[in-house]
């Protein structure tokens, strides 16, 4: 299944408190639980106004329901092709 890059502009997301996070968190995760294992949520990065965010999800339109359902903003997709890391150049 394809794995998936969203960049979500979030202005001061850096500045999310330990419960904000939590909550949007849980509002995620219930929102996944609905729409079935077909689409996963991985891992997210929060940098200072952007949030990076990894999914597995069958396409990019599974994705951005997600978004939409969730009013989260997805203002990048984009399907991961490789991953490399310091092992490759072995």
Sequence with gaps: MPKYIIEREIPNAGALTTDDLQGISQKSCSILKNMGPQIQWVESFVTENKVY???IAPNEEEI??????GGFPANAINEIKSVIDPTTSE
């Design 64 to 69: 951005r329901k997600h978004a939409e359902e």
């Design 53 to 55: 965010c990894t999914y």
